[in-house]
């Protein structure tokens, strides 16, 4: 249990499991008895995606069963049961004013056998896309459109490998943007390779690859290799967290360097936008911590700090205000506790009333799975219990939670 704090004001919302579900029509039973033969998963699950699935254009593998209301902003959960290596994913309503809580969990689908399962992009209306996280499982695990209104579930086809007789491919991120001038989506592959044999000094090179898809979710066409002029050194810039897309450009913080990389999806070019003067000055280390990345709020792109393990109570972010100028504006974010010793929670977005919605990095496994909402106006905080779970989700503690996202409203 939580301890109290003077001043934080708590409200736990009881969520119940719904275990009633609608049957699958007659032609996705046959089909998921075809692909599933004498498997005892439930009807919602997706097949297992072999590397050879390199198709041209999307293929619809399921429709989940389970209902789901467009009123409202949800969260989207997933977790990985290390016992049966399969991904659960679930959702759950977010209700505004007059009293913010969280709606009953619903279960989505499950996806078998992904090695330590997949994560979940940004969420770019209706979309999110479901990848593996790291190298070197990219070339085997599926990359998938989820549209969690109308419950469909796509595959995109992999992008083709390179040589391996003649590249050592040492990290590859997958990155999603939303282009509004051409209504298109578009995946971007990014890949830092090493020629064989190597050379001294080591030449580091990146290899972009991109599919396009219209608004509809469709492929329009195959993976097309790009060769933009890059304004930043490859060993230099090597990607170091997850992607935002904000006025139509993918933007992502590096390992190493001073500035923010930003692909824009239009021109398909990449430029720099300078990382705040103070925010430099605090985060001295020229090396990311884990839990610094970026986020949008309310339509900006903004940047956590990795400054709560020196002032414990405090975490400080940046809001791009000024996204042409690069005009950046520093709020602080004052928890009535110990930031690291409390779960070390880190905003992932916001809600339609502006509250930010901020998760958990890490729990004890005694402890329960909750999200916690900051009102920048007021700066007061309403933590709210996630419930209905599995018991195997709340015994292993957060570190099985690959996802925990927002999206509607």
């Given at each position: 249990?939580?301890?109290?704090?003077?001043?934080?004001?708590?409200?736990?919302?009881?969520?119940?499991?719904?275990?009633?579900?609608?049957?699958?029509?007659?032609?996705?039973?046959?089909?998921?008895n075809l692909i599933w033969h004498n498997s005892h998963e439930p009807a919602m699950s997706l097949m297992r995606f072999r590397s050879s699935c390199r198709s041209l254009h999307l293929r619809e593998l399921c429709t989940s069963t389970s209902t789901s209301t467009s009123d409202h902003t949800?969260?989207?959960?997933?977790?990985?049961?290390?016992?049966?290596?399969?991904?659960?994913?679930?959702?759950?309503?977010?209700?505004?004013?007059?009293?913010?809580?969280?709606?009953?969990?619903?279960?989505?689908?499950?996806?078998?056998?992904?090695?330590?399962?997949?994560?979940?992009?940004?969420y770019l209306n209706p979309f999110f896309l479901l990848h593996h996280a790291d190298y070197p499982h990219y070339d085997h695990t599926p990359i998938l459109a989820y549209n969690p209104t109308t419950q469909q579930t796509l595959t995109l086809p992999l992008d083709p490998p390179l040589p391996?007789?003649?590249?050592?491919?040492?990290?590859?991120?997958?990155?999603?943007?939303?282009?509004?001038?051409?209504?298109?989506?578009?995946?971007?592959?990014?890949?830092?390779?090493?020629?064989?044999?190597?050379?001294?000094?080591?030449?580091?090179?990146?290899?972009?690859?991109?599919?396009?898809?219209?608004?509809?979710?469709?492929?329009?066409?195959?993976?097309?290799?790009?060769?933009?002029?890059?304004?930043?050194?490859?060993?230099?810039?090597?990607?170091?967290?997850?992607?935002?897309?904000?006025?139509?450009?993918?933007?992502?913080?590096?390992?190493?360097?001073?500035?923010?990389?930003?692909?824009?999806?239009?021109?398909?070019?990449?430029?720099?936008?300078?990382?705040?003067?103070?925010?430099?000055?605090?985060?001295?280390?020229?090396?990311?911590?884990?839990?610094?990345?970026?986020?949008?709020?309310?339509?900006?792109?903004?940047?956590?700090?990795?400054?709560?393990?020196?002032?414990?109570?405090?975490?400080?972010?940046?809001?791009?205000?000024?996204?042409?100028?690069?005009?950046?504006?520093?709020?602080?974010?004052?928890?009535?506790?110990?930031?690291?010793?409390?779960?070390?929670?880190?905003?992932?977005?916001?809600?339609?009333?502006?509250?930010?919605?901020?998760?958990?990095?890490?729990?004890?496994?005694?402890?329960?799975?909750?999200?916690?909402?900051?009102?920048?106006?007021?700066?007061?905080?309403?933590?709210?219990?996630?419930?209905?779970?599995?018991?195997?989700?709340?015994?292993?503690?957060?570190?099985?939670?690959?996802?925990?996202?927002?999206?509607?409203?």
């Open positions: 249990m939580m301890p109290l704090f003077l001043g934080w004001r708590f409200s736990r919302a009881l969520l119940k499991l719904n275990t009633t579900t609608t049957a699958a029509t007659a032609t996705a039973t046959s089909l998921l949800h969260l989207l959960i997933s977790a990985f049961n290390t016992e049966t290596s399969n991904q659960h994913f679930f959702s759950i309503p977010i209700f505004h004013p007059p009293k913010l809580c969280l709606g009953s969990l619903t279960p989505l689908f499950t996806l078998p056998s992904h090695p330590f399962g997949l994560t979940s992009s940004q391996a007789a003649t590249t050592t491919t040492w990290n590859v991120r997958t990155h999603f943007g939303f282009d509004p001038s051409t209504k298109h989506y578009k995946v971007l592959r990014v890949k830092w390779t090493e020629p064989i044999p190597r050379s001294i000094p080591k030449v580091i090179n990146m290899v972009f690859t991109v599919l396009t898809l219209d608004s509809n979710g469709s492929g329009s066409g195959s993976w097309r290799r790009i060769n933009p002029v890059l304004p930043f050194d490859p060993k230099k810039y090597v990607n170091g967290g997850e992607s935002v897309c904000v006025n139509g450009a993918i933007h992502w913080l590096t390992s190493y360097g001073d500035s923010i990389v930003a692909f824009d999806l239009k021109d398909e070019k990449f430029r720099l936008i300078p990382l705040p003067h103070d925010y430099k000055d605090l985060n001295f280390d020229s090396f990311r911590f884990q839990f610094e990345r970026l986020f949008e709020l309310g339509g900006c792109l903004a940047l956590i700090s990795d400054n709560a393990t020196q002032h414990h109570f405090t975490l400080e972010l940046w809001i791009l205000k000024d996204y042409n100028n690069h005009v950046w504006v520093k709020e602080s974010i004052c928890f009535p506790f110990r930031w690291r010793k409390q779960g070390q929670p880190i905003p992932i977005g916001t809600i339609p009333t502006g509250e930010i919605l901020l998760k958990p990095l890490s729990l004890d496994e005694s402890a329960t799975a909750w999200v916690l909402f900051y009102d920048m106006e007021g700066q007061s905080f309403k933590k709210i219990d996630i419930t209905g779970l599995p018991e195997w989700v709340y015994s292993s503690g957060t570190r099985i939670i690959r996802t925990i996202s927002v999206y509607g409203g």
